[in-house]
Every structure is written in C-alpha cells, then in structure tokens.
C-alpha cells in the first residue's frame, strides 16, 4: 500500500494530541516514530505485528502496542498486523506452527479428534504444549523477519524508482531548457 493511502488513515499528530483519553498515557504515546511512517518504523512494525500474532496469547493487541512502543515503530500497522490470526485463521496457523515445532524437536504428530471444549483443551495441550509454542516462536520470529525485510526492500525499491524518475525529469528539462 502506498505511502500516501497510509498516511490517509493514520491520524494526523495534532488529531491525536486531541483526544483526551490519551492523556492518561503521558508523552511516550506522542512519540514521532509510534505515528509517522519512515522505512524504520514501518519495517519494524510488521515485525512486531507479525511475531506478536503467533503468539498464542490473550491480548496480543495489547502486547503489540507496547513492543511498539518500546521499539519505537508504528503503533496502528503493529497492533492491526496482529490480526493475521483472527477466529478465522487462527486453526490454520496455530496448527502449522505445531507441525514445525513438532518437526524442530523431531516429535511425531498427534493425531487429534477436535472437540471445542475446554476439557479437551486442557487435555490436548497437555501432549502438544511443547511443539505448539517452539512452533509459535520460530513461525513468529521467521514471518515477522520476512515481513520486516520485504517492507523494508520494497521501501528501498520505491525511494530508488522516485529517485530515478526525478533524475529523469531534471534531465529533462535540461535538455529542452539549453
């Protein structure tokens, strides 16, 4: 997504020193990088984003805000990047991340029939929890890493290309002023 269409629907510095529930946080939540979008904080956030999503944890909004913020990136695109695992997803993902960690530690999968209850899932987790969180670890940390260094390339990518056509237009009019 472009800079621009970013920049549309993130608010504006002054728009968020306006509300007033804010004001409970102090000054950190003011800070330039948690709002603007330079290749660092932009970078970053889809790492925090990322990484946070695979973990399987309540809150993970939460816990995204605040690595944001202690890591300095954008805060909106870190705390929506944590809905990469929604209702909807989550299944999926969580069980690829169980398969890699069961593979890591060379663990033979288990087959499970599932039942959406929590004695089940007590039990379950009981067998799996090991797999299942080495596997949420090492599929956050590889998706977050590949997120901050595709955004971070594309950055560069584009800076290069606006540099480029500005070049060519210098030269230009150069050209057809001399």
């Given at each position: ?49 990322l ?35 929604n ?92």
């Amino acid at each position: 997504m472009p800079k621009k269409a970013l920049k549309s629907l993130v608010p504006s510095a002054a728009r968020i020193r306006e509300i007033k529930s804010l004001h409970v946080l102090g000054d950190w939540i003011y800070a330039t990088n948690l709002w603007h979008l330079n290749r660092y904080s932009a970078s970053m956030a889809f790492f925090v984003g990322l990484f946070v999503a695979f973990l399987p944890i309540p809150g993970q909004m939460v816990v995204a805000a605040l690595l944001a913020v202690a890591m300095r990136c954008n805060l909106p695109i870190s705390v929506c990047l944590v809905w990469v695992t929604n209702p909807v997803t989550m299944p999926a993902l969580y069980f690829a991340a169980y398969k890699v960690g069961a593979l890591i530690i060379n663990e033979p999968l288990t087959a499970m029939k599932f039942e959406l209850n929590f004695h089940w899932l007590g039990s379950q987790l009981a067998h799996i929890w090991q797999p299942f969180l080495l596997g949420c670890l090492v599929c956050g940390l590889f998706f977050g890493s590949v997120g901050y260094f595709v955004v971070s390339m594309l950055w560069r990518w584009r800076v290069s290309v606006h540099w480029t056509e500005r070049k060519r237009k210098r030269a230009a009019r150069l050209k057809n002023a001399g």
